[in-house]
């Protein structure tokens, strides 16, 4: 029985310090951990003045502190290492390559890069089996990359031509694949990409095997509704889903520090009761080894992780946007914390697992690629504009959808009725 206090209420669950304040009892006291693998946090702040009509922004802090190393993977081997600078080294230099293309007016549409941000798409990624999924958004083309698609793919598409993803019919990286790579294509509406990875890990889930799923949302991103609801289903389902806040400063032209008062966007698994981490969104080892330990947790049925990646969005939203709005001295900061041009020291000079040589023969042979896959997709033809309206619309029976995961089989269920204990109990 409790004991009743004067009032007759139960006793509360505090007690009185030496001031006569109350505290929190250590029994009603929460205590939540947030690892943080980061080697280095930066300490700055943006602020925004104005005069008059102006607004721009500056940056405070310290942006002189020695640039951090790359942390020691505990799971990847030498060879993945040597894969995963491949796939950024492809990844950086596929953009500047579709930047070319733009510039020459070969590009329908705009482009958008993830310059700065190629450690966080490939080394996720690479955390993926087969059987897993992947949603990723339009900044992750090295995701793309490493789930199987080509340079020629995605410069096709930016081309629009025939040959493309979507045969000409979309200009920019919304397309997937659900029969081979098990890839959704990026959804614009922002967050939206949550609940529908939900939906294949339940799916799966269904269909009796726990898989990973993995997707990206932005730190400006993240404040829409649907990503509090897609997670929250995740979690309260336990679904697998492995979703990558990444931190990169900025949201369009809105600075993070204007877009959320937490101090750690990964605080927010908190509130979803759900283990969350941080990790340097520039070191690719840090990055893989949170997606493996998520990717693990998802296989094994043990629910969501959020990954706060921090890292610097270094280019503008989109080819069109000239970042002028960034202060300068946050671009040469995060310059010097370059993903890709420390992981090349990492593996040369530190590690020394590619010789010099060996190194230029795999930038040369990564360049080679590059150019093939480039003058294929620059020769090859646009859609015949009577086909504009094929694909788009179709007739009832005009080609076959085949579901990846059907219905449950649920043993001696009537064929309308509701779903019986032992289907339900899969759902756990
Ligand atoms: C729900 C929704 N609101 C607004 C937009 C318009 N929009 C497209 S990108 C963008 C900024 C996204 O910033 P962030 O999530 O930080 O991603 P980043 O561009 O930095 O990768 C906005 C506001 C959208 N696509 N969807
Ligand atoms: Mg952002």
């Known amino acids: 029985m409790s004991k009743k206090n004067s009032t007759g209420s139960a006793k509360p669950s505090h007690s009185t310090n030496y001031r006569g304040q109350k505290t929190p009892s250590s029994d009603s006291r929460r205590t939540y951990t947030i690892p943080d693998f980061r080697l280095e946090k930066p300490s700055f702040a943006i602020r925004q003045i104005r005069k008059g009509d102006e607004v721009r922004y500056e940056v405070e802090g310290d942006l002189n502190s020695p640039v951090p190393p790359i942390r020691e993977s505990k799971y990847l081997s030498k060879q993945q290492h040597i894969e995963i600078y491949r796939w950024m080294l492809l990844n950086r230099k596929m953009e500047q390559a579709l930047e070319n293309l733009y510039k020459q007016g070969k590009v329908v549409g705009g482009v958008y890069f993830g310059l700065g941000q190629e450690a966080c798409s490939c080394a996720s990624a690479f955390a993926l089996h087969k059987e897993d999924w992947l949603g990723p958004l339009i900044r992750n083309q090295g995701s793309l990359l490493v789930r199987g698609f080509s340079p020629r793919d995605i410069m096709m598409q930016y081309m629009a031509k025939a040959g493309s993803p979507t045969k000409g019919r979309d200009a920019s990286s919304h397309f997937g694949d659900i029969q081979e790579r098990n890839v959704v294509a990026p959804i614009s509406t922002l967050g939206d990409l949550i609940p529908v990875l939900a939906g294949v890990a339940l799916g799966a889930r269904l269909q009796g ?53 937490v101090k750690d966007l990964a605080e927010r698994a908190i509130a979803y009761g759900i283990p969350g981490v941080i990790v340097d969104g520039t070191d690719a080892c840090q990055v893989y080894d949170a997606a493996h330990e998520a990717c693990e947790r998802a ?63 795999l930038i040369a042979d990564v360049d080679r690629q590059l150019e093939e896959d480039r003058d294929d997709a620059v020769a090859s033809p646009m859609p015949e504009p009577e086909s504009a309206a094929g694909g788009v619309y179709c007739e009832q029976g005009c080609h076959e959808i085949k579901p990846k995961y059907g219905m449950p089989e649920v043993k001696g269920r009537a064929s309308s009725g509701p779903m019986r204990r032992e289907a339900a109990t899969h759902l756990r």
């Not at 932005?218 to 889903?241: H, I, K, P, R, W």
Request: aromatic share 12%.
């Open 209 to 261: 095997g726990n898989i990973a799923v993995m997707t990206y949302i932005g730190d400006g991103g993240q404040s829409t509704g649907v990503t509090y609801e897609g997670l929250n289903f995740a979690a309260v389902q336990n679904l697998g889903l492995v979703l990558f806040v990444e931190n990169n400063l900025w949201g369009y032209s809105t600075p993070a520090d204007m877009q959320f008062r």
């Open 299 to 361: 296989r094994r049925g043990e629910g969501p992780t959020l990954i706060e990646a921090k890292m610097m969005r270094m280019k503008g939203h989109a080819i069109h946007d000239a970042a002028e709005y960034v202060p300068k001295p946050l671009f040469e900061y995060w310059k010097r914390r370059d993903c890709l041009a420390r992981f090349e020291n990492y593996l040369v000079k530190v590690k020394k697992w590619l010789t010099v040589s060996e190194n230029a023969n």
